[in-house]
Nanobody, 124 residues
């Protein structure tokens, strides 16, 4: 059983930065991919980005490209979402998830395990 725990959310002003962490336990992610999604009130969960654990290959949604980056620490079994130049429209609950096929899929259905989410609020 894989458990994912996000942290690092909070309140930040527009233009600011936050770094979210996703700590995994239960197994190592050497052959997985870790995705990040977000869900704003009244909206569907949407893809933010994904990173393959072994090769560090990334893919991002157009809305965050150039502002957000992904990384991972193999020793800590932890992934990171660095968010810069934040905008009010980035306000949402952010979720990490892993897919065992290590694909760069933007579809929620491709992911096998999910964290509980962490709130990010960007004030204008």
């Amino acid at each position: 059983q894989v458990t994912l725990v996000e942290s690092g959310g909070g309140l930040v002003q527009a233009g600011g930065s936050l770094r979210l962490s996703c700590a995994g336990s239960g197994r190592t992610f050497s052959n997985y991919a870790m995705g990040w999604f977000r869900q704003a009130p009244g909206k569907e969960r949407e893809f933010v980005g994904v990173i393959t654990w072994s090769g560090g290959i990334t893919s991002f949604a157009d809305s965050v490209k150039g502002r957000f980056t992904l990384s991972r620490d193999n020793a800590k079994n932890t992934g990171y979402l660095q968010m810069n130049s934040l905008k009010p429209e980035d306000t949402a609950v952010y979720y990490c998830a892993v897919n065992r096929l290590a694909t760069l899929s933007p579809r929620t259905q491709s992911y096998d395990y999910w964290g509980q989410g962490t709130q990010v609020t960007v004030s204008s």
